[in-house]
């Protein structure tokens, strides 16, 4: 796209702006408090989750953002009252099922206000970390975010925000390389698809993945990386900014 005509779609993104707004909620996962190219030992994940957001503020100044850190402040894993409390229907609920059920509730409850999800999840041993595991855990409600229904002719379960138009864009970083589909380490990547398949299963189908990979080589390679995954953030920010459903403000 040639500068002039970059310009005028951003302008033209931010005239529409003025009169229609969405939600993005913006998530960390890294144990990295800080961000590469800013901090030592920073996040290229948290880096990179930024830059999106960045860019597509740049795009719709009116959009709202809503961060959360799950990083820094893990939601806690489930439990046994959890799962007693989640199962037992709202109206049966005692007031320490309730409290038990506050925090996801209001993981649940800013799901369902986003319409772009914005999740900073690096790759902890082919996985995601436990803290991001246990956010995936707290959202996927019964009642809330899927239904079950065991008398239910076929399949009991059902997402209940799939109607709902929502999109996930994952940024993720990868201490090897090669794990894109068809390369050498593809089989072992258990984080971009296991995030797919959850999110998924509530009914956010609409998923965008960047990576960056060589974290652990580091040097040119890692820079290559890195400058191109930035580019695929920029470029993956504008598209979804002109693409993605207005809600009238």
Same mark, same amino acid.
């Given at each position: 796209?040639?500068? +002039?005509?970059? *310009? /005028?779609?951003?302008?033209?993104?931010? %005239?529409? &702006?003025?009169?229609? @707004?969405?939600?993005?909620?913006? #998530?960390?996962?890294?144990?990295?408090?800080?961000?590469?190219?800013?901090?030592?030992?920073?996040?290229?994940?948290?880096?990179?989750?930024?830059?999106?957001?960045?860019?597509?503020?740049?795009?719709?100044?009116?959009?709202?953002?809503?961060?959360?850190?799950?990083?820094?402040?893990?939601?806690?894993?489930?439990?046994?009252?959890?799962?007693?409390?989640?199962?037992? +229907?709202?109206? *049966? /609920?005692?007031?320490?099922?309730?409290? %038990?059920? &506050?925090?996801?509730? @209001?993981?649940?409850?800013?799901? #369902?206000?986003?319409?772009?999800?914005?999740?900073?999840?690096?790759?902890?041993?082919?996985?995601?970390?436990?803290?991001?595991?246990?956010?995936?855990?707290?959202?996927?409600?019964?009642?809330?975010?899927?239904?079950?229904?065991?008398?239910?002719?076929?399949?009991?379960?059902?997402?209940?925000?799939?109607?709902?138009?929502?999109?996930?864009?994952?940024?993720?970083?990868?201490?090897?390389?090669?794990?894109?589909?068809?390369?050498?380490?593809?089989?072992?990547?258990?984080?971009?698809?296991?995030?797919?398949?959850?999110?998924?299963?509530?009914?956010?189908?609409?998923?965008?993945?960047?990576?960056?990979?060589?974290?652990?080589?580091?040097?040119?390679?890692?820079?290559?990386?890195?400058?191109?995954?930035?580019?695929?953030?920029?470029?993956?920010?504008?598209?979804?900014?002109?693409?993605?459903?207005?809600?009238?403000?």
């Amino acid at each position: 796209m040639s500068a +002039p005509h970059a *310009a /005028r779609a951003r302008a033209s993104l931010r %005239r529409h &702006a003025r009169n229609a @707004m969405i939600t993005l909620l913006h #998530l960390d996962a890294s144990a990295r408090p800080g961000r590469s190219g800013l901090h030592g030992h920073g996040s290229h994940s948290r880096r990179l989750s930024a830059r999106f957001v960045a860019r597509w503020r740049d795009l719709r100044p009116a959009d709202s953002v809503v961060y959360r850190d799950l990083g820094q402040r893990p939601p806690a894993p489930v439990d046994a009252a959890w799962v007693h409390a989640a199962f037992t +229907p709202p109206t *049966a /609920r005692s007031p320490w099922m309730q409290q %038990r059920l &506050a925090e996801s509730d @209001m993981l649940v409850d800013e799901l #369902l206000q986003a319409d772009v999800i914005v999740a900073g999840v690096p790759m902890y041993n082919f996985g995601p970390p436990a803290t991001f595991k246990a956010y995936v855990d707290n959202i996927v409600r019964v009642g809330r975010t899927f239904g079950f229904d065991r008398s239910r002719a076929g399949e009991p379960y059902w997402p209940l925000l799939a109607e709902l138009g929502k999109t996930l864009v994952l940024v993720t970083s990868r201490g090897d390389y090669g794990y894109a589909a068809g390369e050498r380490l593809a089989p072992q990547d258990h984080l971009g698809p296991w995030v797919r398949t959850a999110f998924g299963y509530i009914g956010i189908g609409d998923v965008h993945e960047v990576a960056v990979e060589y974290d652990e080589f580091g040097g040119e390679r890692l820079q290559q990386s890195l400058e191109r995954a930035s580019a695929d953030i920029d470029a993956l920010a504008e598209r979804l900014a002109q693409q993605h459903p207005r809600r009238a403000a």
